[in-house]
């Protein structure tokens, strides 16, 4: 059981699940929403080549349904086949990246060196792996953002201008690790289908030329752009700039004009020249002042500093800081934020007053991880204090409890909605990014809302732009898992093979959306216990942990001996006064048998209230898998590397680890499409 290469649990008898339904959708592939005439005829180029391209790779049924064939080189239309040399990809120790520039570590390390020895349970990157190009090609994801090739990390200024959602990210266009950065850009008509544009900033000024680093976007009332962002000069000092649009009109935002005055801001008295960085999206006083926040630390406390500014050209620095926690060291990608106590419709930067909390976000520089809390904003005193100072920023919740960094939202002013981007780094080695050609993605964005019904935590869900992707479901309902069973889920009958047209989508292309109830029973009859249990402590087995209730979930990306498997899963301990406590875990430590991956086992507590079954909803896509319980509570975002459950061979399972409980499910499953992520036409 304790052997992470071996399955924990065999299969065991038939599925009582059939499929209650099957539908297929057709994919629209585009949302169109109203812009100017050049948009219009930006997106009627689009559109077109958008079609060609699909009738080149696949076309359509008559049903109208999209056929995908698939390409040489193991991917699906949407991702090509990548060029890699012949060889095995060697996991020599991984160079420290970033730390010496200033900046967070940026290589793939293992926990252990990266924490110092640290939280995780997982092997950490050693014995090297044969890898294959069949291998590496098939972990390239199909409807998350990636250039088409080399390093790319933060996101920066994200915004929605004239119709189009613009991003822009950190990325290296000479190599697959991190180094040269300047500013990628693409953007999208429903942040699901991407355009890839020429680099927005480079590194040619002497404030810049050491890296074009993080920054954030505002739009000003009169609808002009200013983009504010750290610099790394030629004396490797963190300096904050300012560019804009050259030109207003341009609905893509192609050029961009570096203030003649730059830099704008340089490190403060007491404050390091290399922990200075990643100035925010500005919002607005009551004076009608424009307000930003740049991340830094004093000793080891991490803070966020304060500015005013009428012209984003002079800045007066506040006294003390909008907020510092002690022992969180340097806060990087700093976000500040509005969320309505009503819940419903997110809210503009500058929106303050009754019925608003305000959020603080840091992402920490020490343990890269991306904390929150949700508080109160003292305009006058330019002070923010968290409503639970036991969970403040970096010392209590996460956005995403496993791979998640560097985070930025903005509001989408189209459809009144705050958005979290996420970076989503490797965790195999740096010698097999480099020899695939490319590393990292972005998260799916997500909407962010207050919970309103705990008060307490924030929601995040994929973007409901996301369910256009979707194509043929099934259901299944009731499907029961004894104490100790592992269900397959058949997704395709058994005469339909994989290797024919689209049904490997099934495979590891998914949405996946599962509620799960434990035998009442049994929960009523199970004794109280003081187990402290901890997804991720280094004595936990995992999913092969058994407890009276639980662990319990889905396997995905498993194949069909269990040789290899994630599990992602529900932990229920019942307390003193019957109190149920429930964690929600991601385990890697099975879900491949190479070693020279991370195999950690992630996860925290999730508030299940009153009434609630368990839910999870979970986007698979090749090696990403982001699963958010109970409506986005808790999220958890795996990278996993498998050898063998790839193509054809992976399956899903429903599995019951606990000893005690029954568990009854419904799984709706649809086969994912893959996103049209390319190159602008003719620019
Ligand atoms: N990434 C940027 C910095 C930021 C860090 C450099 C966070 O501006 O602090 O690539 O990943």
Same mark, same amino acid.
């Not at 030109?247 to 192609?254: A, G, K």
């Given at each position: 059981m304790g052997d992470h290469n071996q399955p924990f649990l065999s299969v065991s008898g038939d599925p009582e699940c059939a499929p209650v339904h099957d539908d297929s959708v057709v994919d629209d592939a585009l949302h169109r929403p109203q812009g100017s005439s050049k948009s219009k005829l930006l997106l009627a180029v689009f559109s077109g080549i958008f079609v060609v391209c699909l009738i080149l790779a696949g076309g359509y049924d008559k049903s109208g349904v999209i056929k995908i064939h698939q390409l040489e080189g193991g991917d699906e239309m949407g991702v090509g086949p990548i060029e890699m040399p012949a060889g095995s990809a060697t996991t020599r120790p991984s160079l420290s990246r970033g730390k010496s520039a200033g900046v967070s570590e940026k290589a793939n390390l293992s926990p252990q060196q990266l924490l110092g020895g640290g939280e995780g349970s997982g092997d950490g990157l050693s014995e090297d792996f044969p890898w294959n190009n069949s291998m590496l090609s098939w972990q390239r994801t199909a409807f998350h953002f990636q250039p088409e090739k080399n390093w790319m990390n933060d996101p920066n200024g994200p915004l929605f201008y004239k119709g189009w959602y613009h991003f822009f990210y950190q990325y290296n266009p000479n190599a697959a690790v991190w180094g040269d950065i300047v500013w990628g850009h693409a953007v999208s008509r429903d942040l699901i289908h991407w355009l890839h544009l020429p680099l927005a900033m480079v590194a040619d000024q002497w404030y810049d030329v050491q890296g074009v680093w993080t920054g954030s976007a505002t739009i000003l009332p009169d609808g002009k752009v200013m983009m504010l962002y750290t610099g790394s000069t030629n004396e490797s000092v963190q300096v904050q700039n300012l560019a804009y649009p050259a $030109?207003? $009109? $341009?609905? %893509?935002? %192609?050029d961009w004009v570096k203030h003649p005055g730059n830099p704008v801001l340089v490190p403060p008295p007491g404050i390091h020249h290399k922990d200075f960085r990643d100035p925010t999206t500005a919002w607005q006083t009551s004076e009608g002042k424009w307000r930003i926040t740049i991340g830094s630390k004093v000793n080891k406390t991490g803070i966020a500093l304060i500015y005013d500014t009428d012209d984003f050209v002079n800045f007066e620095l506040k006294d003390g800081f909008l907020h510092g926690v002690p022992g969180t060291g340097m806060w990087e990608c700093v976000d500040f934020y509005p969320v309505a106590v009503a819940g419903g419709d997110g809210l503009d930067t500058s929106a303050n007053g009754a019925g608003v909390r305000h959020v603080v976000k840091a992402s920490l520089d020490d343990d890269r991880h991306d904390y929150y809390a949700i508080g109160t904003y003292d305009e006058e005193a330019g002070k923010w204090y968290p409503d639970n100072p036991a969970i403040d920023v970096g010392i209590g919740i996460r956005y995403d409890y496993g791979i998640f960094y560097a985070s930025k939202t903005f509001f989408d002013q189209s459809k009144q909605r705050r958005i979290l981007w996420g970076w989503i780094g490797e965790w195999d080695s740096e010698a097999a990014d480099v020899r695939k050609g490319w590393a990292s993605l972005q998260g799916m964005p997500r909407t962010v809302v207050l919970d309103t019904k705990t008060g307490s935590n924030l929601l995040q869900w994929p973007v409901e732009e996301s369910e256009s992707l979707r194509l043929r479901s099934k259901e299944f309902k009731n499907v029961v898992a004894k104490p100790g069973a592992v269900v397959p889920i058949k997704l395709e009958a058994a005469t339909q093979v994989c290797e024919l047209e689209h049904w490997c989508f099934w495979r590891m292309q998914l949405d996946i959306v599962a509620e799960l109830e434990l035998d009442k029973e049994a929960v009523d009859r199970v004794v109280e216990s003081d187990e402290e249990f901890k997804c991720s402590s280094s004595s936990s087995k995992g999913a092969a942990h058994r407890g009276a209730l639980g662990p319990f979930g889905l396997l995905v990306l498993s194949e069909e001996t269990l040789s290899e498997q994630t599990p992602v899963y529900f932990y229920v301990v019942k307390g003193k006064n019957a109190t149920l406590r429930t964690y929600f875990c991601a385990d890697q430590s099975r879900s491949s048998l190479a070693n020279d991956v991370n195999k950690q086992i992630y996860g925290s507590s999730v508030p299940v209230l009153k009434g609630e079954k368990f839910r999870v909803r979970m986007l698979v896509d090749h090696s990403i898998i982001e699963s958010f319980a109970q409506g986005g509570r808790s999220v958890i975002t795996s990278r996993v590397y498998p050898t063998k459950a790839i193509y054809g061979a992976a399956r899903l399972f429903l599995f019951n680890n606990a000893t005690e409980a029954g568990v009854t499910a419904s799984i709706k499953v649809w086969q994912m499409n893959s996103a049209f992520i390319r190159p602008f036409p003719n620019l």
């Open positions: $030109d207003h $009109d $341009d609905p %893509l935002l %192609l």
